[in-house]
């Protein structure tokens, strides 16, 4: 069992709903960050948070908009998504904040996004 | 910007086989991730190698870190089915005095499939 919670599994959203993503952590790890992956692909960095705060935000469309309510949480709120954002989301933490992005990370097993 | 070039993309062997999974670089990185992401599940770190020349050995697998930091590389003996799934090698960026600063560099991955 991973140690990083996301919910929901699966999630299927027309081009005008609103919804939000949701990643729970509770190993004490003071980084958090969002990857977009596509099928058979890497994953892409999106936002990272340190200590609570955001720190690198990948040039996102501000479609996605992500919240970090304290050190355990991290939420991804979407709105007006494109058909082509249609991917699975990641969430990871790792236990290093400060500048130090690229330690080993502890990844959930993501959110199976659909934009309809 | 660094870059991390992966090979092969795409491999397909029978059980029992060997295989090699290299990962290279201009770039110099302070240290190297492994992960392996099976199908509906988020990446699981395998190993991490930090010194140039480095070897570690995870059961079947062997990992190794070039001298110069600059390319690494994953042997896994006599491979089985639950071997199958995406490898990924992971960079970090190496500052002044070898230290770590930045974000992850994902190679491209390589699709393992291993046949019964």
């Known amino acids: 069992d991973t140690e990083v919670t996301q919910t929901p599994k699966h999630l299927v959203m027309g081009m005008t709903n609103k919804k939000s993503l949701k990643c729970e952590q509770h190993?004490?790890?003071?980084?958090m960050y969002w990857y977009k992956q596509k099928a058979k692909k890497p994953p892409e960095l999106m936002f990272v948070y340190s200590y609570e705060k955001l720190s690198i935000n990948e040039s996102v469309p501000s479609r996605f908009s992500p919240e970090c309510p304290n050190s355990s949480l991290l939420n991804l709120h979407l709105h007006a998504l494109q058909p082509e954002d249609s991917a699975l989301y990641l969430c990871?933490?790792?236990?290093?904040?400060?500048?130090?992005?690229?330690?080993?990370?502890?990844f959930g097993n993501g959110t199976r996004l659909t934009v309809t | 910007t660094q870059l991390l070039e992966q090979s092969p993309q795409f491999l397909s062997i029978q059980e029992g086989e060997n295989l090699t999974v290299y990962c290279n670089s201009s770039?110099?990185?302070?240290?190297l991730q492994w992960y392996r992401q099976e199908p509906g599940e988020g990446p699981v770190l395998l190993v991490t190698v930090v010194t140039g020349g480095e070897v570690k050995k995870l059961k079947r697998l062997t990992f190794q870190f070039g001298d110069a930091r600059k390319d690494s590389s994953l042997h896994i003996t006599a491979a089985q089915p639950g071997d199958t799934g995406l490898y990924l090698c992971?960079?970090?960026?190496?500052?002044?005095?070898?230290?770590?600063?930045?974000?992850?560099?994902f190679g491209q991955g390589t699709i393992l499939t291993v046949h019964p």
């Open positions: 770039s110099v990185f302070s240290s």
């Open positions: 990871a933490s790792s236990p290093q904040g400060g500048h130090l992005y690229n330690s080993p990370l502890h």
């Open positions: 190993m004490g790890h003071r980084a």
């Open positions: 992971a960079g970090a960026a190496s500052g002044a005095g070898g230290t770590s600063y930045g974000k992850l560099t």
